[in-house]
């Protein structure tokens, strides 16, 4: 009973979020409600303000304008400006995940896989090393690395695997909330496809909202209950999924669609 | 004798009064790393200029000084710190543990236990023990300051997922008065248990990094570890070849050209006490038996 009331409360809740650089309005008066276990898409061309809008939302930049809510565990909605920096660490830690595109950014690549996932267990306090190595090796399985290289640096891991690490690494503290940004940017075609496929199975599996950022609208396709399409910043499309990419209602997500314009 | 050409202690009165207030920060917050403008020393970075400028201040008149090196204290190093005071402020030196006010070490805590009217000042070459995986300072404040020290424990994870156990000997990490999680200098973990309500102040200077830390006395201090892989002191499993000391820490040390070897006391002063006490080990009677601290450090 009380789950199903929590379905219907947001869970992140951005109310006209604006950011401007000098003269460059990066991200401009941004609404939206997230859901838990809701999938939403941001597409848009470069520079049209995807990744801005996500550091927004995940507390990392501050916003010139607006606010961001996030629903806390407890059930209490709070504002992030008001959260304190040792309170907004841990939601990072804890209920929340960041995968970059770039999976250097988002590992230690000089440390082991093990480690690597094992970072936000001992980071909130787990003190056991057979446990920690226990769930590492579960997660390794889960998102198909050998556990056999759990002790090998990211270093020595291909792109599409140092990815799936880095989602291992992110997902092992059960989040509820989890922002991407362009995951599959980096990756060979192939490679692309497989970790797409794990992302779908994961999301679904553990009930996961996620806020990913891509340019790839096949991606959008494959893995979003809901699109926004951003241009200069503005959010000018916005709707389920199939709608926004079977019949776009604004030309320039029609121009998007067909492919006219270059990601 | 005091030299008149220096001020006491060498450093001047205005460097000192700014080198106790760090001191004075330091032991109100246990564990906490207070930069401090470090001066040059006549002396090089090597040889503990950080230690050198807290002995300087906080030595008086009456202080007697023990300078230590890995234990000994006649290496060249402790010989040249011991001399420099002896010089500067014309305060009484000794190389006895109970003896000494204020002990300047690089590398050991001495075996007999310290007590209330003590200093133990350390030399530090590193004092941020976060810095092996983050090499930002800005981050490891951050990390301090919000006490998020899973990242000690990633450092610890790797030891083990490494060599099966906690392989990290020296610099073991501790946590301080349940808050602040420290680097102990270069000290063998062995040395560890006895920083934990120490009856003696404890001071750490870093003359590179500028930073002075501080144990107060009868503070918690907890070496860090995991519940499975619990935290050892290591000790060669032998006792020491010139006094049978079974739980001091022994140096390995080669007699000859043929791998011969024999482990003794590091800490000289315990081991010749132990030895004029009537206390004897396997080579006691060995000729060698005066020149075996020198060899210690090599
Ligand atoms: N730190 C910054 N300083 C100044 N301008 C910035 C900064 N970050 C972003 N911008 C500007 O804000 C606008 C939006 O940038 P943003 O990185 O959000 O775009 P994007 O949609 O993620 O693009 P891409 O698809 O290329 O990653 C751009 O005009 C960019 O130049
Ligand atoms: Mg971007
Ligand atoms: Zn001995």
Redesign the pocket.
């Known amino acids: 009973m009380a789950d199903l009331l929590e379905a219907d409360q947001p869970l992140l809740i951005a109310d006209s979020l604006s950011k401007s650089?000098?003269r460059?309005a990066?991200?401009r008066e941004v609404s939206f409600s997230l859901y838990p276990g809701e999938v939403l898409a941001i597409v848009?061309?470069?520079?049209?303000?995807?990744?801005?809008?996500l550091q927004l939302l995940s507390g990392q930049l501050a916003p010139s304008g607006g606010h961001v809510s996030y629903r806390m565990r407890d059930g209490v909605t709070r504002d992030l400006a008001a959260l304190g920096e040792a309170e907004r660490r841990l939601l990072f830690r804890t209920d929340w995940g960041f995968v970059h595109q770039d999976p250097a950014q988002g590992l230690r690549m000089a440390v082991s896989a093990g480690a690597n996932v094992g970072e936000r267990l001992m980071a909130v306090g787990w003190n056991h090393y057979g446990r920690i190595r226990e769930s590492a090796s579960d997660w390794l399985t889960r998102v198909e690395i050998d556990v056999a290289r759990i002790d090998d640096a990211p270093r020595t891991y291909s792109g599409g695997m140092r990815q799936r690490l880095q989602i291992a690494r992110n997902l092992v503290t059960g989040p509820l909330l989890v922002f991407m940004d362009?995951p599959t940017g980096g990756l060979d075609v192939s490679v692309q496809a497989r970790l797409l496929d794990l992302l779908r199975t994961l999301v679904a599996e553990l009930h996961l909202a996620v806020v990913i950022?891509t340019?790839d609208l096949a991606v959008a396709r494959l893995l979003s209950h809901r699109v926004m399409v951003?241009k200069g910043?503005r959010v000018i499309e916005t709707g389920l999924t199939d709608q926004v990419l079977d019949d776009p209602r604004e030309p320039y997500t029609q121009l998007l669609v067909s492919s006219i314009l270059p990601p | 004798m005091n030299a008149p050409a220096y001020n006491f202690a060498y450093l001047d009165e205005q460097t000192k009064r700014m080198i106790r207030r760090a001191i004075l920060k330091a032991i109100a917050i246990p564990g906490y790393q207070v930069p401090f403008a470090s001066r040059e020393m006549p002396m090089p970075y090597g040889w503990g200029t950080g230690g050198v400028q807290v002995t300087a201040a906080i030595l008086g008149p009456q202080d007697v000084l023990k300078v230590i090196d890995q234990g000994s204290d006649d290496t060249t190093n402790a010989i040249s710190i011991r001399k420099f005071f002896a010089k500067t402020a014309g305060v009484g030196t000794t190389t006895a543990t109970d003896q000494a006010t204020v002990i300047q070490t690089r590398h050991r805590i001495p075996e007999a236990a310290l007590h209330e009217n003590q200093v133990l000042v350390y030399q530090v070459p590193i004092p941020e023990p976060l810095r092996f995986l983050e090499p930002r300072e800005t981050e490891t404040r951050r990390m301090h300051a919000l006490a998020e020290y899973g990242l000690m424990h990633v450092k610890l994870y790797e030891d083990i997922a490494r060599f099966g156990h906690i392989a990290t000997a020296y610099a073991y990490p501790v946590k301080v008065n349940a808050r602040y999680v420290m680097d102990p200098s270069p000290t063998p973990k062995f040395d560890n248990p006895k920083m934990d309500n120490c009856p003696a102040l404890q001071l750490f200077g870093a003359g590179r990094e500028k930073r002075i830390y501080a144990i107060p006395p009868y503070t918690q201090v907890v070496s860090l570890d995991f519940e499975d892989h619990p935290f050892e002191p290591y000790r060669f499993n032998a006792p020491c070849a010139l006094c049978g000391a079974e739980n001091s820490y022994l140096d390995e040390i080669v007699t000859d050209d043929r791998g011969s070897r024999m482990f003794v006391c590091s800490d000289t002063d315990y081991c010749e006490g132990r030895q004029a006490a009537g206390h004897h080990g396997a080579l006691s009677a060995a000729p060698y038996k005066d020149k075996a601290q020198g060899d210690a450090n090599g």
């Open positions: 650089y000098g460059i990066a991200c848009g061309e470069s520079g049209s303000g995807k990744s801005t809008l362009e950022v340019h951003m910043g």
